[in-house]
């Protein structure tokens, strides 16, 4: 049963996918239904791999597919962590989906929601994924899955959206197929291996490993938001809200670091990468990124592209955390994967409520929203604060275990750029939480149509409040055995064998 | 004797290289056709002299004869339609364009490469002559040739058999919805007449005599068909109405028969043999079955070919078109 | 210099100058007419290689491959000449860069 | 080496219900053409059966021996090329029973010349004769000229003029090679061939013949350049069938050639020279491609790059480097999922054409929503022709670029990767052109059903093909040229 585990998880979705695609377009009950119970099956299945895996148990699936090449789907914690995040928010995104749909009259909603249960099972392909050619695999997946979906409105700005997301993506891809093919005709066969496998091979092959890291990193950094490549994630914020919701905060950006965390880790190993001297680099784009990203959120004015940037310079925080010699940094940035997925994912829900209730989209507009909407913009100040990093909450616990992590390897200058960037999202997230609750609104908001008590649409309502509780829980039960942070704390442990 | 064999070939060599220059720089097309037509009865002198009889036949009849004859009856329908436009004879333009430059280098390589090639490997005489004479006696047949087309090697001659009928189907496909010429009003001259009653039935009688002799002297199936396709081009000429649209099924059963008998020949043997692996004994009369049958579906499908590019196929009315 | 080598060589030469006007020629029925003579070309070649045994045995193997040669050589002139005519009842020109007609 | 005669049956069974079929008219003759289609394909595949459990098939036409009689043989390399014609011939001939308006003379005439043409394939496949590797050859190009000129327009005509003026040529040259060799070695099967060949000019005038014509008949870079409006102005199946088929066939021969028939000498520098011809195919072909108004000549010009892809092989393969026999093995598999997803685009495009009545791109707006199926199994083919997995695509595209890290080739890397970014250029222009909203008035339209499925079934063996490689290598490594390390995925290194 072991071997088939792992297989099952990115099965499920796939072949919901498939019949969701022939569902015709009207039969909302049959399509909801199955949705619904593919998500929560595959959360099951999580949760099931998860105690296994903290027992110890071993799953592994390997498909031999030609010579020394395999598809291996391997479930260790590192990747349990992705496969768990992205299963949870599944689960949430598609019960915003449904109700998303249905308040703005959505066409096409079989082909969205099978390539929206496609781009899932990409997802959890690349968590568990074994080695490098299945992680290309579901990497390049999720790029051909996700376009329908960033182009689903037809509009000319979301086609136009669709080919900058795609200029940057196949990019990236290209480069990391050339890098991959490269650095398995140095290696053989290269499944990932805790703690890297590159050791016997770096003494001999340094320039050429070197060249091939830095190919790797700018293949991964394209998804996962780096400075220079980070170009299409504001303009990809044209998709509708569950899409920018779960691809854009979460599945996407997430696989392009996790990318980044499987080469360090598993392919190079942290002292390969200590040894080559590409940790510096790295550290110093990730410092860029969160700088950077956070001055171009201050001047946005429209909703989602400031929250867009803000996605830009937190996933860095990840990569920072890779960079950071050291066990303690790595807690950080492992933790943080998971604190800024639910936590950005709140935002964008309130933005799609927003957008969808009162038709607000800029931050202007957004006086005494308070009073108008209090459970959502709640929910966003619960987000906003965790964000910024004021205790108990989950973005706190990162932000503390990367400076402490910063100071254990002696790099003090990450302690002045987390203050910087605390500065700032405190700069651009303040004044939202400030105008919603005490200023009066300029113009009257319509109250709820046709008497309706709630202020919006349940299904749209329930998942920001259901993800601002789960960041507080993450925050104050940080100590409770399958916390995130337990859990990022099992996975140093085992990546530095100690 | 003044004539030698050697300076024979000599003179005949020039005679081919001139008339083939000739013929492709005449001014005149249809100059230029007739050229080209003397040139296939000269080669077919070249290929006696290279003790080739067999092939002697086949280009005298197919390559001189039935080419020469689409080359004539599709320059007539071009320069008919040309009538219309009246731009007279066509005239062969001049060149001197960059391509021809290039044209030139390239073909001086190429052949330069090929003679060469041939000077060089022209001493391994390795052929598969022993190989094949030692072995005619099993194959049914006296004359080496047709036991190579139709033993031997018989599964060439079918499929290029095949390949005569897809141009046949390709002719069909191309005239697709064309007027046919009507011929009737033509004055046709008695002479004509009375040739063509004369000489069909020789025709056919000598065909028959060439498949049947095929057996020991040179002869054969293709070369009796040629002679059939031109007898069936003489009656065209001679404006007898020959019904050759697919419309009707005996059309398509003569065109097809040939290709059908020779590839059922070769699927009945086959209980516990190869394909086209005849019985020692009965591969005389197969042979003679098999040549009978394409002998008269070459000679239906060479006349369809020649009507085909003189637009003489009718596409019968009563078929809706497409 | 035998008999068959002589016309080994014409041959070559026959398709030496067919394949120059098969190249340089744009009224199409001339490149068919050049396409033929590079076909009796490599038809003279290959039977005349067959006559090359000392002890003056043909080898017929290449007969029946030149026969071969000479059908197939005839149907696609055929199918060549019926395109050509279809192309001159729809266009009037008989090259195909169209512009500059006979 | 098995004697046996189900090697025969793939040729036979079109061949005969070919004639069959011309013979009558009406439904009869649709549902013998269906019969024969489905025969075809099935003996396709019981041949490749029949490969990969026992060895190479042999099978002696009228029990004669080798020098003087033909023989026919199936290895791994034919018995996957069979395999292949039997699928893409079978959805081919399923898509053309509704395709053609029935009853009319061009449907009459399609399905002879359609069944006679893949019997050729089939005989051109397994043939091991070199002179009879040139009838089958000319069946087939004489088979395919008709089917451009069945479209009747006006420059289906002058494609197919002109695709038979460069198929005469490209056949006389193979020819003169043929003769060149017979004069040399006086033999004619390709396996005896290969064991006399001994490097002297004759055999590299000879060489330098039968390769260059049948790179005109390939349409490789400088030859390319009549594909794509005969590709184009045919009916949508003739042209699935020329750009899958077809094309693929003239590059077998080539490949059958170089691997059997010429393995002892020393091609290093006839090989860089394809390999040059290849890398401008892919950058040219991709260019032109982009810059298409008319689907169908967009996916043409596709084609024209991918043949690039193939041609990689021969400089990428050399013999004295260990690890580059995976080039072998990386460009049938390109080959193969090149000719399903490219016959996929091009019967999709026919659909297109049917229903829209016409193929600028820039006027299909919408198909996204009207045609839901074909424009998903497009974008399936597309995915394949991009090379992003799972497609087979990616897989071959993947072995082409070790062999050229593994020799040290990284100029044909690098040109591989540039390929994929323009297919991806090309691609994505069409189906952004299918993502945007259709104009409201744009009526719903209705896509036939039988076409649409075919179409289907083509799109999800394309895309799928990744994962049936290990069967598709197993298949290969009969009697394969290539010394890999045994192809068996059971024994695989860690």
């Given at each position: 049963m072991?071997?088939?585990?792992?297989?099952?998880?990115?099965?499920?979705?796939?072949?919901?996918?498939?019949?969701i695609?022939?569902?015709?377009?009207?039969?909302?009950?049959?399509?909801?239904f199955?949705n619904?119970?593919?998500?929560?099956?595959?959360?099951?299945?999580?949760?099931?791999?998860?105690?296994?895996?903290?027992?110890?148990?071993?799953y592994r699936f390997?498909?031999?597919?030609?010579?020394g090449?395999?598809?291996?789907?391997?479930?260790?914690?590192?990747?349990?962590?992705?496969?768990s995040?992205?299963?949870?928010?599944?689960l949430?995104?598609?019960i915003?989906?449904?109700?998303?749909?249905?308040?703005?009259?959505?066409?096409?909603?079989?082909?969205?929601?099978?390539?929206?249960?496609?781009?899932?099972?990409?997802?959890?392909?690349?968590?568990?994924?074994?080695?490098?050619?299945?992680?290309?695999?579901?990497?390049?997946?999720?790029?051909i899955?996700?376009?329908?979906?960033v182009?689903?409105?037809?509009?000319?700005?979301?086609?136009?959206?669709?080919?900058?997301?795609?200029?940057?993506?196949?990019?990236?891809?290209?480069?990391?197929?050339?890098?991959?093919?490269?650095?398995?005709?140095?290696?053989?066969?290269?499944?990932f291996?805790?703690?890297?496998?590159?050791?016997?091979?770096?003494?001999?092959?340094?320039?050429?490993?070197?060249?091939?890291?830095t190919m790797?990193?700018?293949?991964?950094?394209?998804?996962?938001?780096l400075?220079?490549?980070?170009?299409?994630?504001?303009?990809a914020?044209?998709?509708?809200?569950?899409?920018?919701?779960?691809?854009?905060?979460v599945?996407?950006?997430?696989?392009?670091?996790?990318?980044?965390?499987?080469?360090v880790y598993?392919?190079?190993g942290?002292?390969?990468?200590?040894?080559?001297?590409?940790?510096?680099w790295?550290?110093?784009?990730?410092?860029?990124?969160?700088?950077?990203?956070?001055?171009?959120?201050?001047?946005?004015?429209?909703?989602?592209?400031?929250?867009a940037?803000?996605?830009v310079?937190?996933?860095?925080?990840?990569?920072?955390?890779?960079?950071?010699?050291?066990?303690?940094?790595?807690?950080?940035?492992?933790?943080?994967?998971?604190?800024?997925?639910?936590?950005?994912?709140?935002?964008?829900?309130?933005?799609?409520?927003l957008?969808?209730?009162?038709?607000?989209k800029?931050?202007?507009?957004?006086?005494?929203?308070?009073?108008?909407?209090?459970?959502?913009?709640?929910?966003?100040?619960?987000?906003?604060?965790?964000?910024i990093?004021?205790?108990?909450?989950?973005?706190?616990?990162?932000?503390?275990?990367?400076g402490?992590?910063?100071?254990v390897?002696?790099?003090e200058w990450?302690?002045?750029?987390?203050?910087g960037?605390?500065?700032?999202?405190?700069?651009y997230?303040l004044?939202i939480?400030?105008?919603a609750?005490?200023?009066?609104?300029?113009?009257?908001?319509?109250?709820?149509?046709?008497?309706?008590?709630?202020?919006?649409h349940p299904?749209l309502?329930?998942?920001?409040?259901?993800?601002a509780?789960?960041?507080?829980?993450?925050?104050?039960?940080?100590?409770m055995?399958?916390?995130?942070?337990?859990w990022?704390?099992?996975i140093?442990l085992?990546?530095?064998?100690? | 004797?003044?004539?030698?064999?050697?300076?024979?070939?000599?003179?005949?060599?020039?005679?081919?290289?001139?008339?083939?220059?000739?013929?492709?720089?005449?001014?005149?097309?249809?100059?230029?056709?007739?050229i080209?037509m003397?040139?296939?009865?000269?080669?077919?002198?070249?290929?006696?002299?290279v003790?080739?009889?067999?092939?002697?036949?086949?280009?005298a009849?197919?390559?001189?004869?039935?080419?020469?004859a689409?080359?004539?009856?599709?320059?007539?329908?071009?320069?008919?339609?040309?009538?219309?436009?009246?731009?007279?004879r066509?005239?062969?333009?001049?060149?001197?364009?960059?391509?021809?430059?290039?044209?030139?280098?390239l073909?001086?390589?190429?052949?330069?490469?090929?003679?060469?090639?041939?000077?060089?490997?022209w001493?391994?005489?390795?052929?598969?002559?022993d190989?094949?004479?030692?072995?005619?006696?099993?194959?049914?047949?006296?004359?080496?040739?047709?036991?190579?087309?139709?033993?031997?090697?018989?599964?060439?001659?079918?499929?290029?058999?095949?390949?005569?009928?897809?141009?046949?189907?390709?002719?069909?496909a191309v005239?697709?919805?064309?007027?046919?010429?009507?011929?009737?009003?033509?004055?046709?001259?008695?002479?004509?007449e009375t040739?063509?009653?004369?000489?069909?039935?020789?025709?056919?009688?000598?065909?028959g005599?060439?498949?049947?002799?095929g057996?020991?002297e040179?002869?054969?199936?293709?070369?009796?068909?040629?002679?059939?396709?031109g007898?069936?081009?003489?009656?065209?000429?001679?404006?007898?109405?020959?019904?050759?649209?697919t419309?009707?099924?005996?059309?398509r059963?003569?065109?097809?028969?040939?290709?059908?008998?020779?590839?059922?020949?070769?699927l009945?043997?086959?209980?516990?043999?190869?394909?086209?692996?005849?019985?020692r004994?009965?591969?005389?009369?197969i042979?003679?079955?098999?040549e009978?049958?394409?002998?008269?579906?070459?000679?239906?499908?060479l006349?369809v070919?020649?009507?085909?590019?003189?637009?003489?196929?009718?596409a019968?009315?009563?078929?809706?078109?497409? | 210099?035998?008999?068959?080598?002589?016309?080994?060589?014409?041959?070559?030469?026959i398709?030496?100058?067919?394949l120059?006007?098969?190249?340089?020629?744009?009224?199409?029925?001339?490149k068919?007419?050049?396409?033929?003579?590079?076909?009796?070309?490599?038809?003279?070649?290959?039977?005349?290689?067959?006559?090359?045994?000392?002890?003056?045995?043909?080898?017929?193997?290449?007969?029946?491959?030149?026969?071969?040669?000479?059908?197939?050589?005839?149907?696609?002139?055929?199918?060549?000449?019926?395109?050509?005519?279809?192309?001159h009842?729809?266009?009037?020109s008989?090259?195909?860069?169209?512009?500059?007609?006979? | 080496?098995?004697?046996?005669?189900?090697?025969?049956?793939?040729?036979?069974?079109?061949?005969?219900?070919?004639?069959?079929?011309?013979?009558?008219?009406?439904?009869?003759?649709?549902w013998?053409?269906?019969?024969?289609a489905?025969?075809?394909?099935?003996?396709?595949?019981?041949?490749?059966?029949?490969?990969?459990?026992?060895?190479t098939?042999?099978?002696?036409?009228?029990?004669?021996?080798?020098p003087?009689?033909?023989v026919?043989?199936?290895?791994?390399?034919a018995a996957?090329?069979?395999?292949?014609?039997?699928?893409v011939?079978?959805?081919?001939?399923?898509y053309?029973?509704?395709?053609?308006k029935?009853?009319?003379?061009?449907?009459?005439?399609?399905?002879?010349?359609?069944l006679?043409?893949?019997?050729?394939?089939?005989?051109?496949?397994?043939?091991?004769?070199?002179?009879?590797?040139?009838?089958?050859?000319e069946l087939?190009?004489?088979?395919?000229?008709p089917?451009?000129?069945?479209?009747?327009?006006?420059?289906?005509?002058?494609?197919?003029?002109?695709?038979?003026?460069?198929a005469?040529?490209?056949?006389?040259?193979?020819?003169?090679?043929?003769?060149?060799?017979?004069?040399?070695?006086?033999v004619?099967d390709l396996?005896?061939?290969?064991?006399t060949?001994?490097?002297?000019?004759t055999?590299?005038?000879?060489?330098?013949?039968?390769?260059?014509?049948?790179?005109?008949?390939?349409?490789?870079?400088?030859?390319?350049?009549?594909l794509?409006?005969?590709?184009?102005?045919?009916p949508?199946?003739?042209?699935?069938?020329?750009?899958?088929?077809?094309v693929?066939?003239?590059?077998?021969?080539?490949?059958?050639l170089?691997?059997?028939?010429?393995?002892?000498?020393?091609?290093?520098?006839?090989?860089?020279?394809?390999g040059?011809?290849?890398c401008?195919?892919?950058?040219?072909?991709?260019?032109?491609?982009?810059?298409?108004?008319?689907?169908?000549?967009?996916?043409?010009?596709?084609?024209?790059?991918?043949?690039?892809y193939l041609?990689?092989?021969?400089?990428?393969?050399?013999?004295?480097?260990?690890?580059?026999?995976?080039?072998?093995?990386?460009?049938?598999?390109?080959?193969v999922?090149?000719?399903?997803a490219?016959s996929?685009?091009?019967?999709?495009?026919?659909?297109?054409?049917?229903?829209?009545g016409?193929?600028?791109?820039?006027?299909?707006?919408?198909?996204g929503r009207?045609?839901?199926?074909?424009?998903?199994?497009?974008?399936?083919?597309?995915?394949n022709?991009?090379?992003?997995?799972?497609?087979?695509?990616?897989?071959g595209?993947?072995?082409?670029?070790?062999?050229?890290?593994?020799?040290g080739?990284?100029?044909?890397?690098?040109?591989?990767?540039c390929?994929?970014?323009l297919?991806?250029?090309?691609?994505?222009?069409?189906?952004?052109q299918?993502?945007?909203?259709?104009?409201?008035?744009?009526?719903?339209?209705?896509?036939?059903?039988v076409?649409?499925?075919s179409v289907?079934?083509?799109?999800?063996?394309?895309v799928?093909?990744?994962?049936?490689?290990?069967?598709?290598?197993?298949?290969?490594?009969?009697?394969?040229?290539?010394?890999?390390?045994?192809?068996?995925?059971?024994v695989?290194?860690?």
């Amino acid at each position: 049963m072991n071997e088939w585990l792992p297989l099952l998880i990115p099965a499920t979705s796939l072949i919901a996918a498939l019949f969701i695609f022939f569902i015709d377009e009207d039969n909302r009950g049959l399509r909801t239904f199955v949705n619904l119970t593919t998500a929560s099956l595959k959360v099951l299945l999580v949760v099931f791999l998860l105690i296994g895996v903290s027992r110890g148990e071993v799953y592994r699936f390997t498909q031999p597919l030609f010579f020394g090449f395999e598809i291996v789907l391997h479930a260790d914690a590192l990747s349990l962590l992705f496969v768990s995040l992205s299963a949870l928010l599944w689960l949430i995104t598609t019960i915003y989906a449904i109700g998303y749909m249905d308040v703005s009259h959505g066409h096409d909603r079989s082909r969205f929601f099978g390539f929206f249960s496609l781009c899932v099972s990409a997802t959890t392909g690349i968590a568990l994924a074994g080695n490098l050619f299945t992680f290309l695999i579901f990497y390049e997946l999720l790029t051909i899955t996700t376009y329908p979906l960033v182009t689903h409105r037809g509009g000319p700005d979301a086609i136009k959206a669709g080919r900058i997301y795609l200029l940057y993506t196949l990019g990236g891809g290209a480069l990391l197929l050339v890098a991959i093919v490269w650095l398995k005709t140095i290696v053989g066969a290269a499944n990932f291996v805790t703690g890297g496998m590159l050791i016997p091979f770096v003494s001999s092959h340094q320039t050429e490993l070197t060249i091939i890291f830095t190919m790797l990193i700018v293949g991964f950094g394209v998804k996962a938001a780096l400075v220079p490549f980070h170009g299409w994630l504001p303009v990809a914020m044209v998709a509708p809200a569950p899409v920018s919701a779960l691809l854009h905060a979460v599945a996407v950006v997430k696989a392009g670091a996790f990318g980044i965390m499987r080469t360090v880790y598993d392919v190079y190993g942290p002292d390969v990468c200590t040894e080559l001297g590409v940790r510096p680099w790295l550290a110093a784009a990730a410092a860029i990124t969160i700088i950077y990203g956070s001055i171009r959120a201050l001047r946005q004015d429209d909703f989602k592209r400031r929250l867009a940037y803000s996605t830009v310079s937190q996933v860095s925080y990840i990569i920072l955390g890779a960079a950071i010699v050291g066990p303690v940094a790595t807690v950080g940035g492992l933790v943080h994967l998971f604190h800024q997925g639910i936590m950005k994912i709140t935002m964008f829900f309130v933005a799609g409520n927003l957008a969808e209730e009162l038709h607000i989209k800029k931050v202007s507009q957004m006086n005494g929203l308070g009073r108008r909407m209090p459970i959502t913009m709640a929910s966003f100040s619960i987000a906003a604060c965790a964000m910024i990093g004021i205790p108990p909450m989950a973005g706190f616990i990162t932000k503390w275990n990367l400076g402490l992590g910063a100071i254990v390897a002696g790099q003090e200058w990450v302690i002045a750029v987390l203050l910087g960037s605390t500065l700032l999202n405190a700069a651009y997230f303040l004044p939202i939480v400030y105008r919603a609750w005490f200023k009066e609104p300029d113009i009257a908001f319509d109250p709820p149509p046709n008497g309706r008590k709630l202020e919006i649409h349940p299904y749209l309502l329930v998942p920001p409040l259901f993800t601002a509780l789960c960041v507080l829980a993450a925050g104050v039960f940080a100590g409770m055995p399958f916390s995130p942070l337990q859990w990022a704390k099992l996975i140093a442990l085992r990546e530095y064998g100690l | 004797m003044l004539l030698d064999g050697l300076s024979f070939d000599l003179l005949l060599s020039i005679a081919l290289i001139a008339l083939a220059t000739a013929a492709l720089r005449a001014r005149d097309l249809f100059k230029s056709i007739v050229i080209f037509m003397l040139f296939g009865l000269l080669v077919a002198i070249a290929w006696v002299r290279v003790h080739a009889p067999d092939l002697a036949l086949a280009e005298a009849a197919i390559g001189s004869g039935i080419t020469g004859a689409l080359f004539l009856g599709a320059l007539n329908r071009i320069e008919r339609k040309r009538k219309g436009a009246a731009s007279g004879r066509l005239e062969n333009p001049v060149n001197g364009s960059t391509s021809g430059a290039w044209a030139v280098l390239l073909t001086l390589v190429l052949t330069g490469l090929l003679a060469m090639a041939v000077l060089s490997g022209w001493s391994y005489s390795g052929g598969l002559a022993d190989e094949a004479l030692s072995r005619i006696d099993e194959s049914g047949v006296v004359n080496p040739v047709t036991a190579v087309i139709l033993n031997f090697r018989a599964y060439d001659t079918l499929l290029e058999i095949g390949v005569l009928l897809l141009a046949v189907l390709g002719v069909y496909a191309v005239c697709e919805g064309q007027t046919m010429r009507d011929l009737r009003r033509r004055d046709r001259s008695k002479v004509l007449e009375t040739f063509v009653h004369l000489l069909s039935p020789m025709v056919v009688l000598t065909a028959g005599y060439l498949v049947w002799v095929g057996y020991k002297e040179p002869g054969g199936a293709f070369q009796a068909g040629a002679l059939l396709g031109g007898a069936g081009v003489v009656l065209l000429l001679s404006g007898r109405e020959l019904p050759l649209h697919t419309a009707r099924t005996v059309v398509r059963i003569i065109l097809g028969g040939g290709f059908l008998v020779f590839l059922l020949a070769g699927l009945l043997v086959m209980k516990d043999r190869a394909f086209l692996e005849y019985p020692r004994a009965s591969a005389k009369h197969i042979i003679l079955i098999i040549e009978l049958a394409c002998t008269v579906s070459i000679g239906a499908i060479l006349t369809v070919l020649f009507s085909g590019c003189a637009n003489l196929l009718a596409a019968p009315s009563e078929e809706e078109g497409p | 210099m035998s008999t068959s080598l002589i016309y080994a060589l014409t041959g070559i030469a026959i398709a030496g100058l067919g394949l120059f006007h098969y190249l340089s020629q744009r009224n199409i029925l001339r490149k068919v007419l050049a396409g033929n003579f590079i076909g009796t070309g490599i038809f003279l070649f290959l039977v005349s290689s067959a006559d090359r045994q000392a002890d003056g045995s043909i080898d017929p193997v290449p007969h029946a491959l030149v026969l071969t040669g000479i059908v197939v050589a005839v149907s696609a002139t055929a199918l060549l000449l019926a395109l050509l005519c279809r192309y001159h009842d729809e266009t009037g020109s008989l090259t195909l860069d169209e512009e500059d007609d006979e | 080496m098995t004697q046996s005669s189900i090697l025969i049956w793939p040729v036979l069974w079109p061949l005969v219900l070919g004639i069959v079929v011309f013979l009558f008219r009406g439904r009869t003759a649709l549902w013998l053409s269906l019969a024969a289609a489905v025969g075809t394909a099935l003996t396709s595949f019981n041949v490749c059966r029949a490969v990969h459990q026992s060895s190479t098939l042999v099978h002696e036409v009228g029990g004669w021996g080798a020098p003087l009689g033909i023989v026919l043989r199936a290895d791994g390399l034919a018995a996957v090329m069979l395999g292949l014609s039997g699928l893409v011939g079978l959805v081919i001939s399923v898509y053309s029973l509704t395709y053609f308006k029935s009853g009319s003379r061009k449907e009459q005439l399609f399905w002879p010349i359609w069944l006679l043409l893949w019997g050729g394939l089939n005989g051109l496949f397994i043939s091991g004769d070199i002179f009879n590797l040139y009838v089958t050859l000319e069946l087939v190009s004489l088979g395919a000229i008709p089917l451009i000129a069945l479209a009747g327009t006006r420059d289906a005509i002058k494609a197919s003029l002109r695709y038979l003026l460069l198929a005469l040529l490209g056949s006389m040259s193979y020819l003169f090679g043929v003769g060149l060799l017979y004069m040399r070695f006086g033999v004619l099967d390709l396996m005896m061939l290969g064991n006399t060949i001994t490097p002297d000019l004759t055999v590299y005038a000879a060489i330098a013949f039968m390769i260059g014509g049948l790179i005109i008949k390939a349409a490789l870079f400088p030859m390319h350049f009549w594909l794509p409006p005969a590709h184009s102005s045919a009916p949508a199946p003739v042209s699935a069938a020329l750009s899958g088929l077809v094309v693929t066939a003239s590059f077998y021969m080539v490949a059958r050639l170089w691997f059997y028939a010429f393995p002892a000498l020393e091609l290093a520098k006839l090989g860089q020279l394809i390999g040059l011809l290849g890398c401008g195919a892919i950058l040219w072909g991709g260019w032109q491609a982009i810059r298409q108004e008319r689907l169908k000549m967009l996916v043409a010009y596709s084609t024209v790059s991918q043949i690039g892809y193939l041609f990689l092989v021969f400089p990428l393969y050399n013999k004295a480097i260990e690890g580059s026999g995976i080039a072998w093995s990386g460009s049938i598999l390109f080959a193969v999922s090149h000719a399903i997803a490219k016959s996929c685009a091009f019967l999709a495009a026919g659909i297109f054409i049917k229903v829209y009545g016409h193929d600028r791109i820039s006027e299909l707006r919408g198909a996204g929503r009207q045609l839901p199926m074909v424009t998903f199994a497009f974008a399936l083919a597309g995915v394949n022709l991009m090379g992003l997995p799972p497609s087979g695509g990616f897989v071959g595209k993947w072995m082409l670029l070790k062999a050229a890290f593994v020799t040290g080739q990284w100029g044909y890397g690098v040109v591989m990767v540039c390929g994929g970014l323009l297919a991806f250029c090309y691609i994505f222009r069409v189906l952004e052109q299918f993502m945007t909203t259709p104009d409201e008035n744009a009526p719903n339209l209705k896509s036939p059903a039988v076409m649409t499925y075919s179409v289907l079934v083509l799109a999800v063996t394309a895309v799928s093909l990744g994962f049936f490689t290990p069967v598709l290598l197993g298949i290969l490594g009969v009697d394969s040229p290539v010394s890999l390390v045994s192809f068996a995925p059971e024994v695989l290194l860690p």
